[in-house]
């Protein structure tokens, strides 16, 4: 189903990390994207909520000259959005599952080179992400992922109750879904994108507004929660979870911008119709990311908070480190094939397409 692109642009939200914003009333914003090779991200100081970002001081290693953008090698040219609507298929995804490796103060995209500066995060998918991963670190690391050939680094804020750490158990589900309506037209990430979805910065508003909003902060019969329930039913089956959804279009130009988001923005809606398209000036249509994430944790929730503040402060990161055949195969298979697949690239509604991998989640 089509989903309209709501609330700010990726250009509109340029700094949102660390601009200084107080209370929930909302969060400062520039006027318009960056200027090419401004001076990187992390010159401001931030608060918002009592979560203090403290000013980056360090640059990735593959930022080569310290601007803050890191440039695609080689770029994509010559793309114009798809307008295209190929035959209608209810279902084009297949899912990463990957576990939980560990928490750590750190994040290297928003604060690269420098541990500890980072509110808390959980790491999933590589088990060596740290301040100081960079694409070939990431590329040399192990996985929890079903599939041995997704190397990347996805991490969130870690979740407590109280002063009590609550982490996801066993494989959760992050989706690699088409998110513009030729689905036949994404094509895999390239090696070493990273962006972050949302921001620790964000108002109450602003969160539910965000064009990656699904339904918000769930459990048991409640949905839909900006913040986090007072009460979650007290059963065993009953967890707490969230569903979020990352921006699909890239400018083919850079694996990272200062602000970790302009680089990619959300499709809009073609005029006219109810189809999604990449915008101009973002062409490249790419996997969307959806976090389906699921926390075991119920009963009273008034101790239930993030390392990022409330709620409304959810955000997370993802780090591309997948094998390029692997994700290649996965994207052609089922997104571009139209299939509703399980890590293996093997859709059950559909057994006479087969897998894209072998029982080892490996390439045949």
């Not at 900006?226 to 065993?236: G, H, K, L, V």
């Not at 967890?239 to 979020?244: H, K, P, V």
């Not at 602000?259 to 809606?269: E, F, G, L, N, Q």
Request: glycine share 10%; with cysteine.
């Amino acid at each position: 189903m089509s989903r309209r692109s709501k609330g700010l642009s990726a250009t509109l939200i340029t700094g949102a990390l660390l601009l200084t914003s107080i209370g929930l009333g909302g969060v400062a914003v520039s006027a318009g994207p960056p200027a090419p090779h401004s001076s990187a991200a992390g010159t401001f100081a931030a608060t918002h909520s009592g979560h203090t970002m403290a000013a980056s001081v360090a640059n990735s290693p593959e930022d080569p000259d310290g601007d803050g953008y890191i440039p695609a090698v080689p770029p994509v040219t010559g793309v114009t959005p798809s307008t295209q609507d190929p035959p209608h298929r209810y279902f084009h995804e297949f899912q990463a599952n990957c576990s939980v490796t560990h928490t750590r103060p750190d994040d290297p995209i928003v604060y690269p080179q420098q541990p500890g500066k980072s509110h808390d995060h959980t790491f999933m998918g590589n088990t060596t992400t740290d301040a100081y991963s960079t694409t070939a670190s990431l590329e040399a690391g192990g996985t929890t992922c079903k599939a041995p050939g997704d190397l990347s680094g996805y991490w969130m804020p870690t979740l407590y109750n109280g002063d009590q750490q609550i982490l996801p158990v066993g494989p959760q589900v992050i989706y690699y879904k088409a998110g513009v309506t030729d689905y036949t037209s994404v094509r895999p990430f390239p090696k070493g994108l990273r962006f972050v979805v949302g921001s620790p910065m964000q108002s109450a508003d602003e969160f539910r507004h965000h064009p990656g909003f699904v339904e918000g902060w769930e459990c048991g019969d409640s949905y839909f929660n900006t913040e986090f329930p007072a009460t979650c039913p007290n059963r065993a089956d009953v967890q707490l979870n969230i569903r979020f959804q990352a921006p699909s279009c890239w400018d083919g130009k850079y694996l990272d911008t200062p602000d970790h988001k302009s680089h990619m923005a959300y499709p809009v809606v073609k005029p006219g119709t109810n189809d999604n398209i990449c915008p101009a000036d973002h062409p490249v249509a790419l996997p969307m990311i959806e976090f389906k994430m699921a926390f075991p944790v119920n009963g009273d929730m008034s101790k239930v908070r993030l390392a990022s503040g409330t709620g409304h402060t959810f955000h997370y990161d993802f780090f591309n480190a997948w094998d390029d055949p692997t994700l290649k195969a996965l994207v052609d298979h089922c997104v571009v094939g139209g299939l509703q697949c399980d890590a293996r690239g093997y859709d059950e509604t559909h057994p006479e397409a087969g897998a894209a991998l072998d029982e080892n989640y490996e390439l045949p």
